[in-house]
């Protein structure tokens, strides 16, 4: 009858549910199977790669002196840092020029300023603010994803490099600047997402850290990678040299290799020749 072949048809319908359900757990526990260990693989040769220097910073003595002070002369709260350190290994498995971003949280003073102890975007910001208030007001303005996690550290710290540049978001006001500095602390303390994914929650590497606290209304730019969306150092670093300096988000504030310090449009122009290889 009609009847009996509509409860047919609908009994068919739930069986093919079912089949269709099962056949997706099956894949996104495969799939689950192989972030594992593409992460565990990822980790391992990280770690590894990590502990070989082949040579010492270029940036030490003096001359890291020196470059602490001219930097310190330029930084302002939600400055995003770049480096490259040409005697790690893991410089030679980072595509591109940059293999390390971090994000400036600006002096005690300003971020007491911009109320990072006192309010924020979301509870587990304000209390991680709070949790690291020593450190923060200590000076350890680097909030940065390393491979034991994100933490903060000094920009005597960070300077352990070759190669290191300043941009700036060119919408930064003392109104939206906080909430980039909130989102950023969110991650405070996370581990390090070995996977590569921006859209991880709970883990997080360094260009994401970058990805993640700015609006994104920026128009950043991911490439595929086994099937996740990844974004490179070099990617962050083209959002202040990848196109017209008027469509760009970023600009230049500093630049410096090898001994020579540049600012201003110099800086632009050799942090343009860099990215391009030249």
């Known amino acids: 009858t009609a009847i009996e072949s509509v409860e047919s048809q609908s009994a068919l319908g739930r069986i093919g549910d079912d089949i269709a359900s099962r056949v997706t757990a ?9 972030d594992k260990l593409v992460g565990s693989i990822s980790k391992l040769v990280g770690n590894t ?5 082949t040579a010492k910073a ?49 002096s005690g003073t300003e971020m007491e300023d911009l109320g990072l102890f006192n309010s924020g975007i979301n509870r587990q910001s304000w209390r991680r603010a709070n949790q690291y208030k020593y450190k923060l007001l200590e000076g350890a303005s680097v909030l940065e994803a390393l491979r034991p996690g994100v933490q903060v550290n000094t920009l005597e710290h960070f300077l352990n490099v070759d190669v290191v540049a300043i941009i700036r978001w060119k919408e930064a006001t003392k109104e939206n600047i906080g909430p980039v500095l909130f989102r950023g602390l969110y991650h405070l303390g996370q581990e390090y997402d070995f996977n590569f994914d921006v859209n991880s929650s709970n883990t997080i590497v360094c260009s994401e850290l970058v990805y993640q606290a700015f609006p994104q209304t920026i128009n950043w730019t991911t490439n595929e990678s086994l099937g996740r969306p990844t974004i490179s150092p070099d990617a962050v670093a083209q959002m202040a040299g990848n196109g017209s300096a008027d469509e760009l988000p970023f600009e230049v504030i500093y630049y410096h290799d090898s001994g020579q310090s540049y600012t201003c449009k110099e800086a632009t122009e050799v942090y343009l020749q860099a990215l391009a290889g030249e």
């Open 26 to 34: 099956a894949g996104l526990g495969f799939k689950m199977h192989i």
């Open 49 to 53: 790669a990590g502990s070989i220097h």
């Open 58 to 106: 270029t940036v030490r003595g003096e001359l890291r002196t020196k470059v602490y002070n001219e930097m310190m002369e330029l930084l302002q709260p939600g400055d995003v840092l770049l480096d490259k350190t040409r005697f790690a290994l893991t410089d030679k498995l980072i595509p591109g020029h940059f293999g390390h971003v971090a994000l400036w949280l600006g």
